[in-house]
């Protein structure tokens, strides 16, 4: 009777205890954040733990099930994916007499054990490292081994088990092993503790605190039970299926006699972990929270948050621009043509810099010309912009600036950048009409004279016969036998002197006419006369030199005589006339150079003669006057001989 009231308290013990433990389950459920990587800004990616009420892990889940809280703002996963991950555990002997019970053959229990783990230990992947640990009582026996190492180990393990007293000291020491930071983030702690039961009556006071610790580190504790078999429903047992009920474990009793589980089936749902990828969100610099919630079929879970620090950045665009002057003037083609000016349109290419070094994809780009939209990108490509110049009618300066919006809605704009555009305007009038259309007029006049030439040519014909009638009248009268004799009169004499002067005062009268209209055409002084690269003159209006000074440029500001090409600077050269009639070139500072006679000019300027060949840049000409000097020859003087 004694003996079965003895059973009932064990049994309702073991109930209690495992109402106790089932009441906590809800408390072996968690979501772990290790670590948020947000080094390829904007993508990011985190590693994440998951465990249901069992404290098994939640194998299987879908990336909509999983959300990402930024600042506590949830955002969708772009991926979640069930990873591989190495173990640590520790196998924890609590030596003691019943270890070392042995079967019919001679072999102990703690020997079984030991060839079980030995077996599952050699057939672990060597590419999925786990690190393990070996304790007893006595201290550390092997400690952060990989499998083949901690195989050996543990088959080399022979401590006298008979002489040894069960306490929780191996217990304890595996519990500060796997405390420590894990070689891995995200590595799962486990503890294999072999017992045999405890005599102590104070065995579960002893145990709370060794409990809360793996509770709090997430340590999951196995138990492998090893004694009689009548000793698996006592009250001791019972603490020792609470411990690894409460952290997630489980409880296995051996007496010598049962088979042993499947060991890989403890740790595999231990070597799991969930990598997820996201795309932030987060639009400031600074520090920012980061955590993720997981829905469960029972329950939702809310992870632990992790700190962290970002530098964002808006995009930063920088213009390039080849030229910051732009010359627009009639086709080269058709010089005077006042309704077409070239160019019509200006490419510019910008590059973007992201100085928080996080490169994102663009969502605009825009080109701005004095405040106003020319041309904006909203797809690839948006580092080219297409410039409209057609508007441009007069010469000016404009205001240039870029912006570029990201992904992420941040927005920048560049400075602004002058550029500076010449208008140069077709001549006109009628000399500039006779210019456009002289190969027109030229074919008109030469038909008209053509046609001309055939009306006097067909009117000479006409006119033959009356002409020969003449010519045969004046023959006629020229005989000295058919003309008559005609009764004449003296008239006075003219007296011979004034004869000679009427003579001499006509053609003198001519000339001074003839001089008067050469003095009227007043001949410029100097000229350059453009030519070819092969020294034959360009069919163009020569540039006269009929001022002390000329500028030459593009710039119709501070330039008198305007060139047009891009080889030519804003203010590229000067001709000075000098006291005594000559002419003196000098270069302003110019990109392509002023040349004479293919040398360079040196800074004090060159002194021009009849004939040299000036380069302005790319155009070249020749400079001539009108009178060329005289080349004063050699005098030769032939000194005495020296006596």
Not at 110 to 124: C, E, G, I, M, Y
Not at 402 to 429: H, R, W
């Amino acid at each position: 009777m004694r003996k079965l009231v003895l059973h009932l308290f064990t049994l309702t013990f073991i109930l209690g205890m495992a109402t106790s433990a089932s009441a906590q389950d809800q408390n072996l459920s968690s979501a772990t954040l290790y670590i948020a990587d947000y080094s390829t800004f904007p993508k990011a990616s985190a590693l994440l733990d998951v465990f249901d009420t069992n404290g098994i892990f939640a194998s299987g889940l879908k990336p909509e099930a999983v959300s990402i809280v930024e600042n506590n703002v949830p955002l969708p996963v772009d991926s979640l994916n069930e990873t591989a991950i190495p173990l640590q555990l520790v196998v924890a002997v609590n030596q003691g007499e019943a270890l070392d019970t042995r079967d019919a053959t001679s072999i102990s229990r703690f020997q079984r054990a030991s060839q079980v783990l030995t077996q599952w230990a050699q057939t672990l992947p060597a590419d999925l490292p786990d690190d393990f640990s070996l304790v007893s009582q006595a201290g550390p026996v092997i400690n952060h081994a990989t499998a083949a190492e901690f195989a050996t180990g543990l088959n080399a393990f022979q401590p006298d088990f008979r002489a040894a007293t069960p306490n929780l000291q191996s217990l304890s020491i595996a519990i500060d092993t796997v405390s420590s930071q894990t070689p891995r983030l995200g590595m799962k702690r486990a503890i294999l503790f072999i017992t045999p039961t405890m005599g102590d009556a104070n065995l579960a006071a002893l145990m709370e605190p060794l409990l809360q610790r793996a509770v709090q580190n997430k340590i999951h504790v196995f138990v492998w039970l090893v004694d009689l078999e009548t000793t698996f429903t006592s009250t001791n047992a019972a603490v020792f299926n609470s411990l690894a009920i409460q952290t997630g474990g489980s409880v296995f009793n051996y007496s010598g006699v049962e088979r042993f589980p499947d060991v890989e089936s403890y740790f595999s749902p231990l070597r799991r972990i969930y990598t997820a990828t996201y795309t932030s969100r987060i639009t400031t610099a600074g520090e920012h929270t980061v955590g993720f919630q997981a829905a469960l079929p029972a329950q939702q879970l809310i992870s632990n948050d992790l700190k962290v620090n970002l530098d964002i950045q808006p995009p930063n665009p920088i213009p390039l621009i080849s030229s910051l002057q732009i010359t627009r003037q009639a086709p080269e083609d058709d010089p005077f043509n006042t309704e077409i000016l070239l160019p019509t349109e200006q490419q510019v290419e910008i590059i973007i810099e992201f100085t928080d070094k996080h490169p994102r994809a663009l969502t605009r780009t825009t080109l701005y010309v004095d405040g106003q939209i020319v041309d904006e990108n909203t797809v690839e490509p948006f580092d080219k912009f297409t410039w409209d110049l057609t508007l441009f009618t007069t010469s000016g300066t404009h205001q240039l600036v870029v912006e570029a919006v990201d992904e992420l809605g941040l927005n920048k704009s560049s400075m602004s950048t002058p550029i500076t555009i010449t208008v140069i305007k077709p001549p006109s009038g009628p000399v500039a009409f006779l210019a456009k259309y002289k190969n027109i007029l030229t074919i008109g006049a030469i038909i008209f004279a053509g046609i001309a030439l055939t009306l006097i040519l067909a009117s000479g014909r006409i006119r033959m016969p009356s002409l020969r009638a003449a010519q045969e009248t004046r023959r006629a009268e020229a005989d000295p036998l058919t003309q008559s004799i005609a009764v004449t009169t003296e008239e006075p004499l003219v007296p011979v002197a004034a004869e000679k002067a009427a003579k001499v005062r006509k053609p003198r009268a001519k000339s001074k006419k003839a001089e008067a209209g050469s003095k009227s055409k007043k001949e410029a002084p100097a000229l350059f006369i453009r030519i070819a690269a092969d020294g034959q003159p360009i069919p163009v209006t020569p540039i006269q030199i009929t001022e002390k000074e000329i500028t030459f440029g593009t710039d119709p500001v501070q330039c008198n005589q305007i060139m047009d090409d891009a080889s030519i600077s804003s203010v590229h050269a000067r001709l000075r006339q000098t006291e005594d009639g000559g002419y003196l070139l000098l270069d302003n500072g110019s990109i392509a150079g002023t040349w004479v006679n293919y040398e360079p000019i040196p800074r004090e300027g060159y002194r021009l003669a009849h004939g040299d060949m000036v380069n302005f840049g790319r155009l070249i000409y020749r400079f001539t006057l009108p009178a060329i000097p005289e080349i004063k020859k050699p005098t030769i003087t032939v000194l005495p001989p020296e006596e």
